[in-house]
């Protein structure tokens, strides 16, 4: 069994920048995909970033691109987000997540096998 653990949230205002991580244990996950996800309230989950398992290849969301930075640490089995100039828009609760072994990223919640419990990023204006 995987668990994932976020931290790095909390409430920063505009143009300001925060770094998430997500801790796994459980198993190495240097041979999945991984990434990360967000909700808003009354929001269906959406993807942000994502990262691939071999060769570091990442994916964004178009309103995220040039502003935020997936990467992982495999020897720390370990994800991030570093997010830059922040915009109120991107209060969400952002989840990180772990797709299956040797497997493509994906854009869509239904290409991943765990999930954290999310960690709250307020962006005030």
């Known amino acids: 069994q995987v668990q994932l653990v976020e931290s790095g949230g909390g409430l920063v205002q505009a143009g300001g920048s925060l770094r998430l991580s997500c801790a796994a244990s459980?198993?190495?996950?240097?041979?999945?995909?991984m990434g990360w996800f967000r909700q808003a309230p009354g929001k269906e989950r959406e993807f942000v970033a994502g990262?691939?398992?071999?060769?570091?290849?990442?994916y964004y969301a178009d309103s995220v691109k040039g502003r935020f930075t997936i990467s992982r640490d495999n020897a720390k089995n370990t994800l991030y987000l570093q997010m830059n100039s922040l915009k109120p828009e991107d209060t969400a609760v952002y989840y990180c997540?772990?797709?299956?072994?040797?497997?493509?990223?994906?854009?869509?919640?239904?290409?991943?096998?765990?999930w954290g419990q999310g960690t709250q990023v307020t962006v005030s204006s």
């Open positions: 990262i691939t398992w071999i060769g570091g290849r990442t």
């Open positions: 997540a772990a797709g299956s072994p040797f497997g493509p990223v994906t854009m869509t919640v239904d290409g991943y096998d765990y």
């Open positions: 459980g198993r190495t996950l240097s041979s999945s995909a």
